[in-house]
């Protein structure tokens, strides 16, 4: 690891340790009532199936008085990891961009966007893909945060240089969070040994 990755991670985890363990309350589009006026509103649109993604979105909303958009399939991912895993692949390999459950219809207002998703697949996950099919990001700065398994940002970055073409992007905050396929592995081989 990098030391930027280093400094980055303690960052991270030292506002995430002043967190409280109550879940964030989100809403599809959440105004914070503390901004000025002359002050053009910022987006943090996010897609999280574990709640790492989650996690890091609420710090930059409440950091940045943020509006907050999550990101959700009109159809919900199944709730077993491995039965997402194999329709995200299914979505990915045939291009399906799933519909969205909400759109944000007041993109417009938004001159500065944080984009946070996990990498499913070596890439975007196809929910995500829709988000940004479905709205028009030209002009608008994009600002990614990314959540990855051990095998980074992945196809990332084509991805949104294809489908945010006309938008300005900042370097993203890639962040190592395994946690669901590291506990959903080990507690696999845990009963393997114990039923053999």
Not at 121 to 132: E, K
Not at 159 to 171: D, F, Q, Y
Request: aromatic share 8%; with cysteine.
């Amino acid at each position: 690891m990098t030391d930027d990755h280093d400094a980055t991670r303690r960052m991270l985890l030292t506002a995430l340790a002043g967190l409280t363990l109550a879940k964030i309350s989100l809403s599809p589009a959440n105004a914070s009532t503390d901004k000025t006026e002359n002050t053009p509103p910022i987006l943090v649109a996010y897609f999280s199936r574990s709640g790492n993604t989650q996690v890091i979105a609420g710090v930059i909303h409440r950091a940045l008085q943020s509006d907050l958009f999550e990101i959700v399939p009109a159809t919900p991912y199944p709730l077993d990891y491995f039965q997402t895993v194999a329709q995200a692949k299914n979505e990915h390999d045939r291009a399906i961009k799933p519909p969205l459950k909400n759109n944000l219809a007041d993109i417009d207002r938004y001159q500065t966007i944080y984009l946070g998703f996990p990498i499913w697949g070596t890439s975007v996950p196809p929910v995500v893909q829709s988000f940004l099919s479905t709205h028009n990001l030209t002009g608008k700065l994009l600002i990614p945060f990314i959540t990855h398994g051990g095998y980074g940002a992945g196809d990332s970055e084509e991805v949104l240089a294809t489908l945010a073409a006309g938008a300005r992007r900042e370097k993203p905050l890639v962040m190592e969070c395994d946690q669901e396929r590291k506990t959903t592995e080990t507690v696999t081989s845990w009963l393997e040994a114990i039923r053999s």
